[in-house]
């Protein structure tokens, strides 16, 4: 059975920084794409940010720049370091393992003051 989990939301102060990690098991890690998606608050699911199976990454323009998608295939987890954050960043953020069209079941994150 796949399986994705996340972690590492909080709540932080605008300009802040959080990372979030996503655990993946159950299935063929190292072939896959991995993302990142987000829901704010009233609002639908969107794209933040994408790495493929050889590293290349791409990103939402409302991110670039000061978010960063990694990944560590030996341990199967694929990680957003999310920097300069600002209000509008407040969302639950969700991992999603495309091999499988999986999801985990999100982490929110909060940018308040």
């Known amino acids: 059975q796949v399986q994705l989990v996340e972690s590492g939301g909080g709540l932080v102060q605008p300009g802040g920084s959080l990372r979030l990690s996503c655990s993946a098991s159950?299935?063929?890690?190292?072939?896959?794409?991995m993302s990142w998606y987000r829901q704010p608050p009233g609002k639908e699911r969107g794209f933040v940010a994408t790495i493929s199976k050889s590293g290349s990454t791409d990103y939402a323009d409302s991110v670039k720049g000061r978010f960063t998608i990694s990944r560590d295939n030996a341990k199967k987890m694929v990680y957003l370091q999310m920097n300069s954050l600002k209000p509008e960043d407040t969302a639950l953020y969700y991992c999603?393992?495309?091999?499988?069209?999986?999801w985990g079941q999100g982490t929110q994150v909060t940018v308040s003051s």
């Open positions: 999603n393992w495309d091999l499988y069209n999986t």
């Open positions: 159950g299935g063929i890690f190292s072939i896959s794409n």
